[in-house]
C-alpha cells in the first residue's frame, strides 16, 4: 500500500508517546547570528529543544522564520553562534573531522531543493556507493554492493538497472528526492533531518514520499526532524511540534496538544490560514 | 562532456575565431618544415629587401634564352625608367622653351618622347636655368636615347691574361624561364632591417609567442586556480593571507612590476621562457580573484554539503564539488591569459625588455626591431605590419573562441 497517499499519510493514530523514551538530540540557548552590527540577522535566537529518540518531530514556520539555519547548525555545517547542542546525552563536539565524520553517522539530511542537492557530474552510483562506503562496506564485493543498492532504490520505488550511469539531474523533482532517501536507506543514521523535503514537488510526489519516511522510522526507529511550513501536514504525520517565529520557539509540545489547544498567537494564525478544501476562503484574513 | 563539445563547436563565434587560431598556428608549424633554417640568419646583406621573387641576375646570365618579339616591350622598357618626376621635368624644358604642350598626357609614354625628341635640343639653354640643371638634362637625353636604340648587351668577363673577353651578348628581345635559372629566392615579406626573411622570422616569432603565452598562461592559471581554490573554500586565516598578498599584487600594476622584474633580470638571462615564467607569476592575480569568489558562491551550496554528510575529504570535496562547477569558467580564463601574455611579451619587447635578441626571435622583438630602424618611417610595411596583424588576429580569435565558450556556458547571454 505503499503508493496510496489517503491511507498512508494519516498516521495521526499512530502517534508514539515519547516523552518515556531516551533524548537523543537537545540544544540549549542555541542562537545564529549573520553578519555585525546594523545589518545582523537574528536567524535563530535562543532556542531550547530536545528531540527523543524514535521521535517524529516538526518544526514549523514562515518562509524566512529561520528553519533551515538550525537544521544547519544540527548538522554541524555551519557554526554555533552560542548555545551547547547534545548528541545523545552528551555535548556534542565535532572541533575536528575526523569527529565531525563520525557525528555524520550518525545525523543524516535531506535537503529543500533537490535540484541543486546532487552534484551534477557524479552519477546515481557515485552517490550511492558512496553511502556504503562509508558504512564500512568498502570491502563488500562488486555484486554484494549491486544487492545493496538495488534494494535501496527499491525501498523507494525507483528501478537501479535503469539508473546506473545515469545522472542526478536526469530524474525529476520527485525521483531525486527519493533517491534521497534510498541515500538515509542505506545509511541508516540515527537522526534525520528532513528539510521541507516535499516542497518542491507536486502533492502526489509528497504522499509517496511522507509515506516512504515514515516507513523508515518505523523500521529503523530513527529520529526524524521534520522542517515544514505545512501546518497541516505537520498535524497529520508528526508526534511533536515546534512552532517557529522570527528565529524563536514561540510554542512546542505534542502534535494534538499544539494544533488542537493553540496557546501563541501566532500559532492560531499559522492554523486558521490552512486553506480547508470544503470551505470558501475568507480572503480577508490572507 | 562529448555533449558540451559538440555544442561549443556549434558556436559561431568560437567556431570562427577557432578557425582563425588554427590557420595561425598552422603558419607557424608548417612553414619552418617547407623553409627549415635559423630564421634569425641574415641572408641578404641590404636592409628591407621588398616582398618578391628573387632571380640571381649571375646565373641568368648564363641560361639559356628564347627569343620573343612582344610589341610593347621596349615601351614597357622606357616607361618603368622613366621615373614621374622625370616625366614632370621633361615637360617642364618643354614649356621652358616653348613648345605647346597642352592636351600632353604625360603618363603616355610614346607620345611624351615623340615630342621630346622632336624638340630637344641640349644646345638650348632656356632662361634661367642652371648648369647643373642643364646637365641633368643632358643625362637625361642620353639614358633615353640608349634606350630607345634597343642595344644588345655585352657582358665581358677577363681572361687569364686579363684581356677582356666576350662572353655573351643579351639582345633586347632575350628571355630567360625562371625556372631554368638556378638560384631563385621567393621572400614573400621580403627581408627586414638586417636582411633576414621576415616571413621565415615571422613562423618562428608566431611560435616562440604562443609558447610564451601558453607557459605563462598555465603558470598563472595553476596558481591562481590553487589560491583561489585554497582561499575560497578553507576560507579564515588562509582566506586573508592570501588575499593580502593577491590585495598586494593588484596595487602594484602588474606591467610596472614586470618591466622592473625583466630590467633586474638583465637581458643576457632573459630567455624567453624566463620572460614567460616573469609574466605568468605576475598575472594571476585576477584568476585568484575570480576563482575564490565563485568557490564562495559554490561552498554553501547544497551538494557540497552532502558531499560533507557523505564524509568527503577536503581535497575530493574541491576536486570533485568544487572544480567542475569552475572548470568552463578556468577554460576561459586560461585562454585570456594566453592572450594577455602574448600581448604582455609584445609590449616588454616593444620596451627593449623582452627576450634577448640573439636566440629567437618573437613578436615583440620584431615590432621591436622595425621600430628601432625606422620600418613605419621608410614605409618597409613587411617589416611590421604583418606582425601587428598576426597579433591581433591571435588575440582576436583568442578573444573571439572566449566569448563563444561563454555563451555556450552561461545559455543567459546568449542572443
Ligand atoms: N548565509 C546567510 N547569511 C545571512 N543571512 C542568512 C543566511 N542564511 C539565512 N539567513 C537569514 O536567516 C533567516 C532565516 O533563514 P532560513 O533559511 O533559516 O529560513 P527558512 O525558514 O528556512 O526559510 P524557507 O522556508 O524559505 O526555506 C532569513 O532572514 C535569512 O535571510
Ligand atoms: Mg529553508
Redesign the pocket.
Known sequence: MKNDPTTTVNMSDHRIDVKSRPLCLSGKGVTKY??FGKKI?K??DHVDFEFHEGELVSIV??????????SKMLLGL?SVTDGDIYFQGQKRDISTRRKKREYWHGIQAIF?DPFSSFNTFNRIDTVLLDCINMRGGKHLSKEKKFEMMTEACSFVNLKFAELTNKYPFELSGGQMQRLMIARIFLLKPKILLA??PT?MIDACSRATILDMLLQLRNETGMTIIF?T?DIGLAYHISDSIYI?EH?KFVESGSADEVILHPKAAYTRRLISDVPKIHEAWDLTTV | MKNTLRQVFHSPKFLVGFIIFVAVLLLAILYPLFNPGNPLQQIGLGTFAPPGTYVSLYDAVGTETSTFRLDDADAKRLASVLSDEDRVSMVNWLTAVGVDVTGLDITDTDALLEIWNANYDQSIRPEGMTNAQRNSYISLNNRLQSLGASETLTVMQPDEEGEMEEVTDIESTDYVNVGDVTNVITLPLGTDNFGRDVLKELASAIGTSLMIGLVAGCIATFIGLVLGLLSGYVGGVLDDIVMFITNIFTVIPSFVLLILINYSIGQENRGAMVVALVIGLTSWTWTTRSVRSQVISLR?RDHVNLSKLSGHSLVRIVLTDILPYIASYVVMAFILQISSAILSEAQLSLLGLGPKTTEVPTLGLMMNWAMLYSAHLGGKWWAYFPVIGVIALISFSLNLMNTGLDQVFNPTLRD
Open positions: 549573520f553578519g540577522t536567524a535563530v514556520g514562515e518562509s524566512g522564520s529561520g528553519k533551515t539555519t538550525p555551519i529543500q528539510d521541507e516542497s522542517i511550513h517557529m528565529g | 554553501n
